[in-house]
């Protein structure tokens, strides 16, 4: 069964850096897209970046030149970077395998909560 644990969330002050990390098993990670997600309080969840098997990454407008989005097949681990952190960044932040959590296949977990304060 695929299963997807979220980590590395916390308190930042706005301007700051934090570093996420999402592990997965249950999957041939090195072949699977994998997806970042975030849900502000009141929000929609929001897909944030996305990367692909060959390693070609995905970000949304809001992200883009702030975030990136890294993984390491050996250790089945995704790693988002999000720098220069804003207020509006504070959100539940979750990752997805093959559209797992998307489609209904498998629950969405806690994720990890990122809170920027300005």
């Known amino acids: 069964q695929v299963q997807l644990v979220e980590s590395g969330g916390g308190l930042v002050q706005a301007g700051g850096s934090l570093r996420l990390f999402c592990t997965a098993s249950g999957i041939i990670f090195s072949v699977t897209t994998m997806n970042w997600y975030r849900q502000a309080p009141g929000k929609q969840r929001e897909l944030v970046a996305d990367?692909?098997?060959?390693?070609?990454?995905n970000y949304a407008d809001s992200v883009k030149g702030r975030f990136t989005i890294a993984k390491d097949n050996a250790k089945k681990t995704l790693y988002p970077q999000m720098n220069s952190l804003k207020s509006e960044d504070t959100a539940v932040y979750c990752c997805d395998a093959g559209r797992h959590r998307v489609g209904g296949l498998i629950p969405w977990g806690q994720g990890t909560q990122v809170t920027v304060s300005s």
């Open positions: 990367i692909g098997s060959s390693g070609d990454t």
